[in-house]
């Protein structure tokens, strides 16, 4: 069976740090392009991070330079490291896997920046 | 940034109708590079349509996608019971990737 599973979210404070990790499973991890997507009421669905099908990576501007993506092909697992955390990162995270759309995605992992 | 812009924001029909879903974009979309999604409460967004008119696998043909350039269009042929729900729209012909704010049917 495909799947995704994500792990890592919870509560920190405001400047603090996160890893998320999404483990895949039924499929070539590393043929497929991977993102991270995330939800909240405020800013609904938003494209977070992903890796390019030539194994680019690239961030949305609002978290360039906070977060940082990677993936371990020996091990099926995509990251996501966010530092400098916001109240406006408040949100359910995402893995999907991404072919410019996501055809699989995780259960998600909620991820709660407050003080 | 392509801006997807749905309406209505909510529809309500009842099951047996069919529901037409709207998404405009502020730009061309590139090659209708344009993806539908599903949402049920507590649940992960499920692909339903890609390339704007591409079932994805598994998706029953009641749901069909058309439209190019800037205005594209969900339709649900006939509502069935767990067919109520929040529908996405994606654009991935420009970066950044960007989403709609979403359409909820709900039943009448």
């Known amino acids: 069976e495909v799947q995704l599973l994500e792990s890592g979210g919870g509560l920190v404070q405001p400047g603090g740090s996160l890893r998320l990790s999404c483990a895949a499973s039924?499929?070539?991890?590393?043929?497929?392009?991977m993102t991270w997507v995330r939800q909240s009421p405020e800013r609904g669905l938003e494209w977070v991070s992903g890796?390019?099908?030539?194994?680019?990576?690239f961030y949305a501007a609002s978290v360039k330079g906070r977060f940082t993506i990677w993936r371990d092909n020996s091990k099926n697992t995509l990251y996501l490291q966010m530092n400098s955390l916001r109240a406006e990162d408040t949100a359910v995270y995402y893995c999907?896997?991404?072919?410019?759309?996501?055809?699989?995605w995780g259960q998600g992992t909620m991820v709660t920046v407050s003080s | 940034e392509i801006v997807l812009t749905q309406s209505p924001g909510t529809l309500s029909l009842s099951p047996g109708e069919r529901a037409t879903l709207s998404c405009r974009a502020s730009?061309?979309?590139?090659?209708?590079?344009l993806a539908w999604y599903q949402q049920k409460p507590g649940q992960a967004p499920r692909l339903l349509i890609y390339?704007?008119?591409s079932r994805a696998t598994g998706i029953p043909d009641r749901f069909s996608g058309s439209g190019s350039g800037t205005d594209f269009t969900l339709t649900i042929s006939r509502l069935e019971p767990e067919d109520f729900a929040v529908y996405y729209c994606?654009?991935?012909?420009?970066?950044?990737?960007?989403f709609g704010q979403g359409t909820k049917v709900e039943i009448k």
């Open positions: 999907t896997r991404w072919s410019g759309y996501g055809d699989i």
């Open positions: 039924g499929f070539p991890f590393s043929s497929y392009g």
């Open positions: 890796f390019g099908a030539s194994g680019s990576t």
């Open positions: 730009q061309s979309v590139t090659s209708s590079y």
């Open positions: 390339d704007a008119s």
């Open positions: 994606q654009q991935y012909g420009s970066s950044p990737r960007t």
